[in-house]
């Protein structure tokens, strides 16, 4: 496997805040790696300081190639307040190719509306995105991130408040990405149980510490139960593996 | 009725007066955008002091004006928000400071205290083909800076942390909007005061907000509706012989209830 990057003994946090320690691992091309760990653990800032938004306190972090993140943050984040249209928040990431006094190009256009429609929704290109279900905003943000044309997919939290159908629509896309475009992917959640059956690799995060990464045959319920410190149970069913509280 | 423009000094105030409305309510989406209204409202009173500052020391008031509001400005652009004192709580310790020394230097000081009242509502009537030569270099340096890197600015300052996965320069982007912010109100203070800065910053963009739902709308809205009221407010004013900057303030919040009801009936 091809190393895209690699964290040696990082320290990562905010100012005098430090929210990891000690943190070595690396990721490969080609991976779906899911973030798993409660609320507050450390899950974004392992994100932003991966992509180079946050500066590592100790440690370093070695890249081993160019490496274009494609980022979907927590859409709540976002204000609803302005009118953008879907296309136009689209192709806001296409801002660094467009030259300064003319308008985007006939490509940035062509790569917005291939990033709608490989996510299914060129139909509300037009829409105003803050008219959109929770599904059709994190869609949108989707394809806003591949129209980039990333290495990497980054995703927070994708599948925060949506219903079940959403959260499943969202998951199949991410990994229909992954497996047609061997795009690797980083997606964050606190939610082990929606992610389990989707990501190949897990990195987990619980009381300010990191556990490493787990490939999905190592997972069991004595190391769940032992990181989280509660009574976890993994079953496996239909080739499904669900996880019991 | 339009006896007005006939004098030119009425002419001269207009024309500055339009370029100072137009100037502030085209900065004014982004100040909306970014949600920074009230640096805008630090940033002008900073600039009345200025004004008073080179009034007293016997400069022009331009230079001092322009100086303090463009220092000011990388101030806030510097300050983190991830400080111990939030940036908003210096935001008002500055506007305060700035607002009480401005007082105290126009209630001591013979040669500012005939500007009192022109610090807060500014006096258009009152302008030279100098401040109108100054108004226009200065909207044209803004003007170029805010078309080159408009949409990396709209993207900055709608989400600013997959701008920066984007490779958009972040700080240079913050760097251009607050010294765009420190010359349009130090342009503007001089002559219009600090309630016609501020009004003009907030009110044209928040009712094409009301009105219409495209950005390039709100922006082309926003400047129309400067434009109507700025004239309008001039032919009032000289009509019924009332201060020009208050009447035109009044005519913003006019606009922006005919906005609501607009808003209410149809969304364009």
Not at chain 1, 41 to 55: A, D, E, I, Y
Not at chain 2, 76 to 99: C, G, K, M, Q
Not at chain 2, 186 to 191: A, D, L, N, P, T
Not at chain 2, 203 to 211: S, W
């Amino acid at each position: 496997m091809e190393k895209l990057l690699e964290l040696e003994h990082a320290q990562l946090g905010y100012r005098k805040i430090t929210v990891l320690n000690d943190v070595s691992l690396s990721i490969n091309k080609g991976d779906f790696l899911g973030i798993i760990g409660p609320n507050g653990t450390g899950k974004t800032t392992f994100l932003k300081s991966v992509m180079g938004l946050l500066k590592l306190k100790k440690g370093k972090i070695i890249k081993h190639t160019d490496i274009k993140f494609g980022y979907c943050m927590q859409r709540d984040f976002l204000s609803n307040v302005f009118p953008f249209t879907v296309v136009e928040i689209v192709l806001m990431m296409r801002t660094r190719y467009s030259k300064p006094f003319h308008g985007y190009t006939n490509n940035d256009r062509q790569a917005a509306i291939r990033s709608l429609r490989y996510c299914g929704i060129e139909h509300l290109a037009n829409s105003r995105f803050y008219n959109l279900s929770g599904g059709q905003q994190q869609r949108v943000l989707i394809a806003r991130a591949l129209s980039l044309e990333p290495d990497v997919l980054v995703l927070d939290e994708p599948t925060i408040d949506l219903d079940v159908k959403g959260k499943k629509e969202i998951l199949y896309l991410i990994l229909k990405l992954h497996r047609e475009y061997q795009l690797t992917v980083l997606l964050a959640s606190h939610e082990l149980n929606q992610v389990i059956n989707y990501a190949d690799k897990f990195l987990f995060f619980a009381d300010s510490r990191c556990f490493g990464i787990y490939h999905k045959k190592e997972l069991s319920s004595e190391i769940l139960s032992k990181i989280f410190g509660i009574d976890i149970e993994i079953c496996h069913f239909n080739n499904k593996q669900l996880v019991i509280l | 009725m339009f006896n007005f423009w006939h004098e030119p000094f009425l002419r001269i105030g207009l024309a500055v007066g339009l370029i100072s409305g137009l100037l502030c309510s085209l900065i004014g989406f982004f100040v909306i955008l970014k949600r920074v209204v009230f640096i805008g409202l630090a940033i002008s009173q900073i600039a009345g002091l200025g004004v008073v500052l080179g009034l007293m020391v016997g400069i022009n008031p331009y230079i001092s004006s322009f100086i303090l509001s463009v220092v000011i400005s990388i101030f806030f652009w510097l300050y983190n928000t991830e400080r111990d004192i939030p940036r908003d709580t210096v935001v008002a310790f500055i506007y305060l400071i700035s607002a009480g020394l401005t007082t105290i230097l126009i209630a001591k000081n013979p040669r500012v205290e005939i500007y009192g009242f022109n610090v807060a509502a500014g006096n258009l009537l009152y302008v030279t083909t100098g401040d109108l030569f100054v108004s226009l270099l200065g909207s044209v340096f803004v003007l170029l800076l805010f078309l080159y890197f408009f949409r990396a600015l709209v993207f900055i300052s709608y989400d600013r942390e997959t701008a920066l996965t984007s490779g958009i320069k972040g700080a240079f982007s913050d760097f251009l909007f607050y010294l765009m912010l420190g010359i349009i109100v130090s342009i503007s203070m001089r002559i219009s005061g600090l309630l016609f800065v501020f009004a003009s910053l907030i009110i044209p963009p928040m009712t094409a907000f009301k009105i219409f739902t495209s950005v390039n709308r709100i922006i082309i809205g926003s400047l129309f509706i400067s434009g109507i009221s700025v004239i309008s407010g001039f032919w009032l004013s000289y009509t019924f012989d009332l201060p020009t900057s208050p009447l035109i303030i009044c005519i913003y919040g006019l606009f922006f209830v005919i906005g609501l009801v607009i808003n209410k009936i149809c969304i364009c």
